[in-house]
């Protein structure tokens, strides 16, 4: 079921939004303390949150910003105001559409359901996009052959890449250096499969925080590497 969270400090406006919202299977939790909302918004899972704009501890200017610092989930503001400059204010701050008070029950169900439809369309999308190995801190975007540790992209040589893509999408394990020389370079392994001990270590010099103790790729000695997971 939809989770919504409503942060409005008019109890009787929070609960006729709740029970049409109910009414149409939406899992609703309300918050009438700005602090106390801002805190779900960020450690609970919702779908979207409808966000009053004039609370009285934190207003949902600010609300929004430090939402918008984590999760880029639907927000709906509802206020009282009709001025262009706040509505401005509020969208440059990320916020994804504007209800003014008094406002009709049925429009803002219409609206949180196209708000949901079109976030869950965007994320399927980008879903669908990428194809993307994550492990304790390490990301390979393989779509974009591009690579991360803790956030930080690293630059990587197209063979670096292919080696380092195929024992992460083969943990645990172990290839022979011959088998990964024939596989990384497509070639018989009567070659110089001394390349692929370089290129282990210049791999492990981007990924690893410490190359002595690898977490990522793993030495079996007498047989070859493998990807640790």
Known sequence: MNKILII????????????YLELHEFQVQIE???????????????KLIILDLMLPDLDGFEICRRIREKKDIPIIMVTAKKNDIDKIRGLGLGVD?????????????????????????????????????????LKIDKTDRRVYVDGEEKIFTNKE??????????????????ELFNKIWNMESIGDIATVTVHIKKIREKIEFDTSKPQYIET???VGYRFRV
């Open 8 to 19: 409005e400090d008019e109890l009787s406006i929070a609960e006729l939004e709740r029970d």
């Open 32 to 46: 009438t303390n700005g602090a106390r909302g801002l805190e779900q918004a960020l450690n609970e899972d919702y």
């Open 97 to 137: 559409d504007y209800v003014t008070k008094p406002f009709s029950p049925s429009e803002l169900v219409a609206r949180v359901k196209a708000h949901i439809a079109r976030y869950e369309r965007l994320i399927g999308s980008t879903a669908t996009q990428n194809d993307v190995v994550e492990i304790r801190g």
């Open 161 to 178: 890449f292919d080696l380092l893509t195929f024992l992460a999408t083969n943990p645990n394990k172990v290839f022979s250096k011959e």
């Open 220 to 222: 079996v000695w007498g």
